[in-house]
């Protein structure tokens, strides 16, 4: 699971049958998802989406846990945060780390061709060296 930096605080949200933890790292909002995101805590995600997307100048990077099961109601929550951060700043935008390149959402992002709209990462690193311009290192 990713983590914040050092010293760096954590906050937690919890909706049914998920758990969200954002925090800061390299000045960009990181939202770890762990659990299903379904129509049930769908506010509760748009609702932190919301928040998070409104607050700082940095992209977001969400990070899906392989366990996480995402419905058609949350992707388009996310697709709905990538709009809100560009209409603030258009040099933000949302990254999704999905783990292995043949997980299910990874698979889903592509197969509704949402690739085109979240750049995808296996890992936070991969994720935050995209954004400061650098390859992350092996």
Not at 70 to 95: C, F, Y
Not at 112 to 134: C, I, Q, W, Y
């Amino acid at each position: 699971m990713a983590t914040p930096a050092e010293g760096g605080k954590k906050h937690v949200v919890s909706a049914y049958d998920l758990r969200m933890t954002y925090f800061k790292r390299h000045g960009h909002t990181v939202l770890v998802l762990d659990g299903e995101l379904d129509p049930y805590n769908w506010p509760d995600f748009r609702a932190v989406l919301s928040s998070l997307t409104s607050e700082g100048d940095g992209s977001l990077i969400v990070v899906v846990e392989p366990q996480t099961y995402l419905d058609a109601t949350n992707l388009g929550a996310l697709v709905g945060a990538m709009k809100s951060l560009r209409e603030t700043n258009p040099t933000r935008t949302v990254h999704v780390v999905t783990g292995e390149p043949n997980s299910y959402l990874n698979r889903l992002l592509r197969t509704a061709g949402l690739t085109r709209v979240f750049p995808l990462h296996e890992t936070l690193d991969d994720a935050l060296a995209m954004l400061s311009g650098h390859r992350a290192e092996s």
